[in-house]
């Protein structure tokens, strides 16, 4: 009976939380499919037993008068009262405000799943929806992306224009023209659409987007009525800022090869979504409520927000002792004991949901996630891209319509400036005498030539007249300089070569899909001078395992002489010859100690040998840790004296700061310099007030910077591509470090003409799906011109050994002098047990032989009084020993 009770004790208090826990949810009487996937994540979370396996949860559900904030009051109040754990919901702002103060008040977690225009949110709460300026971002970076300039705004709630406030404010820094118009609510959609197209009669639609932002139950009606006024034809384009477009049924705008592009945070794909999806369709069949095809955001995200509650208490479970979620009384102020604790542990949390991942800052703002690009073509809704944390756009394929990549741009003959860099673009070698686009081979030349063939189109290749890739030599009126500068001027359709995509010339250039990814990297010279020690015999071994092998030493010659003075047997008679002498000598002195140790440790003799059990234990634990040691040092030096190791002055471009002996530059024009140019960030800012102070660091093409590097004492800031273009084929030249940044070659092409980057895009998302890239890749960086002659052999460099390599080494000789002290302890009992009296205190004996070993005073001593005694009794059994056994016997019976 005591044990079950300890066990039910046990059982107590290694759950700190309650058995039920109370979780509160309000709802409008329209929220149906919120209501059941809140009781759904409950269950879930209840039927997994590796999720709060000692506790329940409980869904409290109250319904709530839309907009009315006394309704809500007193629902919250009713929840409190029933001692929740938290609050989730509601959807509208009024609601939800008033929510928010309660909680705060009565510091009560609450958890939101609706969109919020505030800057700052209140300590109680956190918003799983991402925030109204991250979501502006993202289309803001895709019509810059896409090169769309004249918008045309329309919205149904008044709460709109605040939520596309940052969008707004756009207008006089991008130079867009916005138009701002709002459905009125007595009239039909198409009204607002048919004066739309009247105004825009006379100026072609076809470079105006729409921005569109309605709610999702509204937006299938906004759409249709659109189609019914011609508003829905191959010249429109659509922005939609419901991120639940999914959920609208789209068919009969499938064909109207209208550009109708949407956003979802929702993955529709993973099995728990499906799981999820058909486990709601069953409820409400049981409810007798039509089924859904797809759930909505706001209903991922409440499932999301339960199971993260859920993680949150059970980190809470390990770490805080929470008993029980108390009553809360809105009338007496009350509060709860763990809210703010609940919305740290929240805040601080991560979790991948149905949503993506979720992740909150210190205001309790959702961060770091990420939208699928969504736009409508021939089979229904496709994903053609993600927008990612840190505003990273992933654009995957191109729906573009048929008329504008048939009939529009194939079929036509392009002018095509380049420069002549490896290898993308550069002269032939022949013998005979080359015209035209013959002259010419790389891995440029060749992506136009699978372009052309791929798109139907013929085209004409020029050298840039300056030999530059461009740069704003004019800001005042817009003069760019190089290949930038001649597809502005029309001297040129597009420009095809390293053309690295910036924010500055994207306000110029439209650009095409990348072609290829890098980042500014260090080229620079190998060291010629191997390094050269006098104390190399010392590599093998790290600074620390020395100092633990001197520790070791000094700590075992310690221990020997020690366990040595202790033992009995160690002790020995100083004349053997005179046995009723009473003089005993120790041979393991200090000194003694050291050399035996040492001895052993340079595997040579010693003189003196342990000859007791425990001085021996001590021993062999030494020869083993020697045996290991000396055999890993010796093995190290021979790799250590056979392999060359190089040693670069630099590391990285934060040593190229630190020093003055080693000078760096990089292109005097092109997206290198604007880089450093433009950076806020302190260490690249000083870079470019040196190259800026130094003009002679600036090269005026990447071939003279690689001759400087060969000079020496030079290091040259360039993309990372050419380097390892350089670094295969000229062996004594290498990379240093990793990227600096992170950019993009593309197509670039003259501001406005949207659809034809748009249209080689799509080729260049063809090649690259059918391996085209990739293989020219491979032929000009590692095949032609001399390719593959710097293979990187497999790294002769040798590691020194490490505490982690042969630290076990010093755990057993830890544990055999342990043990070889607890030998001489029992030597030294056993002794005195046999030949001592019991008037003797054991204790007092042997502190007494502790206190002479830590002397270190001699290495003779006094025979001990038990000894003297054992000597004297053997004496005088010798004298009176006839030599009959029976006399022998009959005297040792005597007392």
Request: hydrophobic share 40%; proline share 3%.
């Amino acid at each position: 009976m005591l044990t079950w009770g300890l066990l039910m004790s046990y059982v107590f208090l290694a759950n700190a939380l309650p058995t039920v826990i109370r979780l509160g949810g309000l709802f409008d009487a329209s929220e149906k499919e919120q209501q059941l996937v809140f009781q759904i994540a409950v269950d879930r979370v209840n039927n997994n037993n590796a999720v709060l396996p000692f506790s329940n949860l409980s869904a409290l559900k109250e319904i709530h008068q839309p907009d009315n904030s006394f309704d809500v009051s007193k629902k919250v109040c009713k929840l409190l009262r029933k001692g929740i754990a938290g609050i989730f919901g509601p959807q509208t702002a009024l609601a939800a405000s008033h929510v928010q103060s309660i909680s705060d008040a009565l510091e009560v977690p609450h958890i939101e799943i609706r969109w919020d225009y505030k800057l700052q949110r209140d300590d109680l709460s956190v918003n799983l929806h991402p925030h109204a300026s991250a979501l502006n971002q993202a289309y803001i970076d895709v019509v810059r992306r896409w090169g769309w300039r004249k918008f045309i705004i329309i919205y149904e709630e008044s709460e709109a224009i605040v939520r596309l406030q940052d969008f707004l404010t756009q207008t006089s820094s991008s130079e867009w023209e916005i138009q701002v118009y709002q459905f009125p609510p007595d009239k039909p959609y198409r009204h607002l659409f048919l004066q739309i197209r009247s105004s825009q009669a006379s100026i072609s639609s076809e470079d105006i987007c729409i921005l569109l932002d309605v709610p999702a139950k509204s937006l299938g009606a906004v759409l249709k009525q659109a189609q019914q006024v011609e508003m829905m034809t191959v010249k429109n384009k659509y922005i939609i800022t419901s991120m639940d477009l999914h959920t609208v049924d789209l068919e009969d705008f499938q064909y109207s090869r209208a550009n109708i592009t949407g956003f979802k945070i929702l993955n529709s794909n993973s099995v728990v979504y499906e799981d999820l999806l058909e486990e709601t369709n069953k409820r409400l069949r049981r409810h007798k409520e039509e089924q859904i095809t797809s759930l909505t955001t706001a209903s991922a995200m409440m499932y999301d927000a339960v199971m993260l509650f859920s993680k949150v208490l059970q980190d809470i479970d390990g770490g805080k002792f929470v008993n029980s979620f108390p009553p809360i009384s809105c009338i007496e102020m009350t509060k709860g004991t763990d809210g703010t604790s609940i919305i740290n542990y929240m805040k601080s949390n991560k979790l991948r949901g149905l949503t993506g991942q979720i992740h909150f800052d210190g205001q309790g703002f959702r961060t770091s996630f990420v939208l699928d690009i969504l736009q409508l073509s021939k089979n229904g809704l496709e994903k053609i891209g993600t927008v990612g944390p840190g505003r990273h756009i992933n654009i995957t394929k191109l729906i573009t319509p048929e008329v504008a990549t048939t009939y529009q741009f194939s079929n036509r003959k392009y002018i095509i400036t380049t420069i002549l860099a490896k290898p993308f673009a550069m002269l032939k070698y022949s013998s005979k005498q080359l015209s035209g686009n013959e002259r010419y081979e790389g891995f440029s030349i060749d992506l136009i030539e699978e372009l052309s063939h791929k798109l139907k189109f013929s085209y004409e290749i020029r050298e840039v007249e300056d030999s530059k890739h461009g740069y704003e030599v004019d800001k005042a009126r817009g003069i760019w300089n190089g290949m930038v500068g001649e597809v502005l001027r029309g001297v040129a359709d597009m420009a095809v070569a390293d053309v690295t995509i910036t924010s500055d010339r994207e306000k110029v250039l439209d650009f095409s899909h990348p072609f290829m990814n890098t980042g500014i990297s260090i080229l620079f010279k190998k060291p010629t001078e191997k390094v050269k020690s006098l104390f190399s015999f010392l590599s093998p071994f790290s600074t620390e395992v020395w100092f633990f092998v001197m520790m070791a030493f000094t700590g075992v010659s310690f221990i020997l002489f020690l366990v040595g003075r202790l033992s009995p047997y160690e002790w020995e008679n100083i004349n053997p010859c005179r046995q009723d002498e009473k003089i005993e000598e120790n041979c393991f002195t200090i000194l003694n100690s050291m050399w035996f140790t040492i001895a052993s440790l340079m595997q040579q003799g010693c003189e003196v040998a342990p000859r007791s059990s425990s001085t021996r234990t001590i021993s062999g634990i030494w020869y083993f840790f020697t045996l290991i040691m000396i055999s890993s040092y010796t093995a190290n030096l021979a790799a250590f004296l056979t392999v060359e190791r190089v040693v670069y002055p630099i590391e990285s471009y934060k040593d190229l700061i630190k020093q003055t002996k080693i000078k760096y530059g990089c292109l005097e024009s092109g997206s290198t310099r604007t880089f450093f140019q433009s950076s806020s960030i302190p260490t690249f800012h000083k870079m470019w007030e040196y190259m800026s102070a130094n003009k002679e660091v600036l090269m005026k093409s990447n071939e003279a910077g690689k001759e400087r590097v060969y000079e020496g004492n030079y290091a040259y800031l360039m993309e990372a591509a050419s380097i390892q273009y350089l670094t295969e084929r000229e062996c004594n030249l290498t990379q240093i470090g990793g990227l600096l940044d992170h950019k993009s070659y593309g197509i670039a092409t003259k501001k406005g003409n949207g659809s034809l980057s748009a249209w080689l895009s799509g080729g260049i998302l063809k090649l690259q799906e059918e391996g085209v890239l990739h293989t020219l890749e491979e032929r000009w960086w590692k095949e032609k011109r001399g390719g593959g002659q710097c293979v990187v052999k497999p790294s002769g460099s040798v590691r020194e050994l490490g505490l982690s390599n042969v630290g076990g080494v010093f755990v057993v000789l830890l544990a055999g002098g342990m043990l070889a002290a607890a030998v001489a302890t029992l030597e030294f009992l056993w002794k005195f047990r046999k030949f001592s009296s019991s008037q003797e205190d054991i204790r007092k004996v042997m502190i007494k032989d502790v206190k002479f070993a830590l002397t270190c005073s001699s290495s003779v001593k006094e025979l001990p009084m038990y000894k003297k005694k054992s000597s004297e009794n053997s004496q005088f059994k010798k004298e009176h020993v006839t030599g009959s056994k029976f006399e022998y016997s009959d005297f040792s019976n005597k007392e």
